[in-house]
């Protein structure tokens, strides 16, 4: 989200929207998993892009951190939605703007992949969002994040957190790593566990046998 929007009528769409986004998420993910901290100054999140619910999570990391975010996306998803602008949704093409937003203190995340890719290594990377970040004279922020089926019915979101980058500095080389991180502590833990130093950012939907245990239990005690 950026800025107010004018209007009562513009503000409840806006609301609206926020609401679906944050339904979507609750409403199909068992939660929302984060690890690190999140910065308060005006940056340029990068994120790899790996899954249906990451412009979902880049929403949630705004809302987590208290800023105001904006996602570039490719204009034809911005022409087919135009509604998503309401949320914060940027076309590519609106770099202008997305600069006069850095200015202002808000964040800016990119997908710099580039595209939606397979669930792996991370691609090699598009130049905008360092060119955003050395243009605003603000940090990057290396984002990795895994939305994957582990050992509950509904997947998961993993959110791994890097430290702010100066904006010159390589992004590729950082981003690639946490995501290596990422999955390495995801292969290392139990399917059933939370793996070490990540928080419950959001809880979403619980699996059959979890809503059914207390249920369960209460019958043993019987």
Do not use: C, I
């Not at 009528?9 to 409403?27: A, D, H, M, P, Y």
């Not at 990451?54 to 996306?73: K, Y």
């Amino acid at each position: 989200m950026t800025g107010e929007p004018h209007g009562p009528f513009t503000r409840l769409l806006k609301g609206v929207v926020e609401g679906l986004l944050l339904g979507s998420l609750k409403g199909n993910l068992r939660g929302v998993y984060l690890r690190g901290e999140l910065p308060k100054t005006p940056l340029v999140l990068a994120m790899n892009h790996h899954s249906f619910y990451d412009g979902h999570l880049v929403w949630l990391l705004g809302r987590l951190a208290g800023r105001p975010t904006s996602l570039l996306v490719a204009e034809e998803n911005l022409k087919a939605f135009p509604v998503l602008s309401l949320a914060g949704a940027l076309g590519t093409g609106q770099l202008r703007e997305a600069l006069r937003r850095l200015g202002r203190g808000e964040w800016v995340a990119v997908f710099p992949e580039g595209a939606l890719r397979y669930p792996g290594p991370l691609a090699p990377l598009r130049p905008g969002a360092s060119w955003l970040a050395q243009r605003a004279g603000v940090p990057l922020l290396p984002v990795a994040a895994r939305v994957v089926v582990r050992g509950f019915s509904h997947p998961e979101a993993f959110l791994l957190v890097g430290e702010p980058l100066p904006p010159g500095a390589g992004l590729e080389g950082a981003l690639a790593e946490l995501l290596r991180q990422l999955d390495g502590l995801l292969q290392d833990t139990h399917p059933r566990a939370l793996p070490p130093g990540f928080q419950q950012a959001l809880r979403g939907r619980q699996s059959l046998e979890e809503r059914v245990r207390p249920w369960v239990e209460a019958l043993k005690r019987l």
